[in-house]
């Protein structure tokens, strides 16, 4: 029980990549832009998470749902699927209203 919550981030990034791919949102528009973009955001997230540790801000919860392993003090391993998920469903929603509302209509 204790990988549940990673696997369900996974489920769930599995079909934000399947998204992309159907309507072609981000990746599959320019997977360099795409990659910079996702990397930039999962790093700015992860240093924001950091400080806020070092502040004394955030903690770790305690579940049983949850690995166990931390990749920093208090920064679970999962919090870098999520904090990917988090990025690549921003980024999905992105290409979907950019596109939806774009001068040209749908493309």
Do not use: H
Not at 28 to 49: E, H, N, S, T
Not at 51 to 59: D, E, R, T
Not at 60 to 72: D, K, P, V, W
């Amino acid at each position: 029980m204790g990988i549940l919550y990673l696997a369900a981030l996974l489920v769930s990034l599995t079909g934000m990549v399947v998204l992309d791919r159907r309507f072609r949102l981000f990746f599959w528009r320019d997977a360099r832009r795409a990659g910079i973009v996702l990397a930039v955001g999962v790093l700015f997230f992860l240093v924001w998470d950091l400080a806020g540790v070092g502040g004394g801000i955030f903690f770790r919860g305690e579940t049983s749902f949850m690995t166990g392993l931390q990749i920093a003090p208090e920064i679970p391993l999962e919090e870098v699927f999520f904090l990917t998920l988090l990025c690549y469903l921003t980024m999905n929603l992105y290409g979907f209203w950019s596109r939806r509302f774009s001068k040209g209509g749908a493309s």
